[in-house]
């Protein structure tokens, strides 16, 4: 049995995952939910739903820990429904919940249909890290396990949300607009549906609101997102050649500024510092603290070397290495000279005292390189298959 999780995560583009060596295609309305296929009405969903198939997955990591009698029965499980919307229920205790598990539950107005994620003591975990706190906020409440007629239902509500998104898309066109709708979520019970656009300014959509609940027949609700969220829905590969962190395991942004990337010694190249949703990538902050930290064995860039062939500025460093690149400021080439950080200090304390080295370049690294060729490959000759006459 190959686990269909880590292909799923790899080949959701190509719309194929491979399971005991068959090719099985990915519904791509259902793959939003956690189902790599569309959930089947007898049998239970407990091979659709696996580790890894779809966006924010999440693992619990207590399950196979055994908890004391009185932590047993635990009221709280965490439903996640399309993309990245989680949010905490509260179940009856009779009620037994399985990881995979479809519900319905308390939605306003109606019920809508989720999947369960996470049960368990991990809920309490997740419930802190996301500050929810269920003795200040009342939970909504989980009803029951889905019965055949809500999953028929749902499946019917999924499958126009793709049809709506284009179709909404020219309805706002027309309307003349300036906003973009990256994505329509149907409510399970299919009478109401959530518009999540983006757009640089106010939009007055009462026109359109009432244009798409005449359409589509259901309650209009619209909610505006981020250029970062959008990203984080609509999903994508990244310049590293990994899926999108925002789409795959992050859930909360924190705000990147174009000093992280000058901490980091990174070239100030918008098209490099990019992300595909236009605003600077969020793996700059993640080395942030550890360069912050290497930085401080550094001096300042604006401390100058005095030698007796004259002054040298600091041009570039390279933090790990604890390499700083220096070059004379009176001479018309800028010839970079690679400095050690032990030299540069021990040259510092040397000017401090009123003495100066005769030059640089005796402090300077080798950058020598060799540049002939080897054979990698065996050490063998081109000619090794030519006729030996």
């Known amino acids: 049995m190959i686990s269909p999780g880590f292909y799923a995560g790899k080949l959701k583009t190509l719309n194929i995952i491979y399971m005991d060596n068959k090719k099985i295609n990915i519904d791509n309305d259902f793959f939003t939910r956690g189902f790599y296929t569309e959930p089947n009405l007898i049998s239970t969903n ?7 198939c779809c966006k924010l997955d999440a693992h ?13 029965q635990r009221t709280f499980v965490q439903i996640r429904f399309k993309n990245d919307r989680k ?17 319905a539950v308390e939605a306003s107005p109606g019920h809508d249909i989720g999947v369960v994620s996470l049960t368990g003591q991990i809920v309490l975990h997740q419930m802190r890290r996301s500050k929810v706190n269920p003795k200040n906020q009342q939970l909504r409440k989980v009803y029951r396990k ?54 640089d300014e106010r939009v007055d959509f009462r026109e359109l609101i009432r244009i798409l609940a005449e359409r589509f027949k259901v309650r209009i609700e619209m909610k505006q997102i981020g250029v970062r969220q959008e990203a984080s829905k609509v999903g994508g590969i990244g310049s590293c050649g990994r899926e999108m962190c925002c789409s795959s395991w992050m859930n909360d942004f924190h705000s990147v500024s174009t000093n992280t990337a000058r901490t980091q010694q ?124």
């Open 266 to 389: 990174l070239s100030l190249n918008p098209q490099k510092l990019a992300g595909q949703c236009g605003k600077l990538k969020c793996c700059l902050n993640y080395e942030q603290k550890l360069y912050e930290q290497a930085l401080k064995k550094f001096p300042h860039e604006s401390v100058e070397l005095e030698t007796r062939q004259g002054v040298a500025a600091h041009h570039k460093t390279d933090v790990y290495k604890e390499v700083m690149w220096y070059a004379y400021k009176d001479k018309t080439a800028c010839n970079l000279i690679p400095i050690p950080l032990s030299s540069v200090k021990m040259i510092i304390r040397e000017n401090e005292k009123g003495k100066k080295p005769d030059s640089l370049e005796k402090f300077a690294l080798d950058q020598k390189k060799d540049n002939d060729f080897n054979q990698v490959v065996g050490q063998d000759e081109l000619g090794r298959f030519d006729k030996i006459k």
């Open 46 to 52: 407990e091979a659709f739903f696996k580790d890894g």
């Open 87 to 103: 949010e905490f229920f509260e179940k009856k205790k009779d009620l037994q919940l399985e990881e995979g598990d479809i519900v």
């Open 60 to 72: 619990d990591w207590l399950k196979d820990i055994i908890l004391p009698e009185s932590q047993k």
């Open 146 to 199: 889905a019965r055949m007629s809500d999953v028929e239902k749902w499946i019917l509500a999924v499958k126009r949300e793709e049809k709506a998104k284009i179709e909404s898309r020219q309805i706002a066109a027309r309307q003349r607009l300036n906003m973009k709708i990256n994505d329509i979520e149907f409510q399970g019970d299919n009478t109401k549906a959530i518009f999540y656009y983006t757009a």
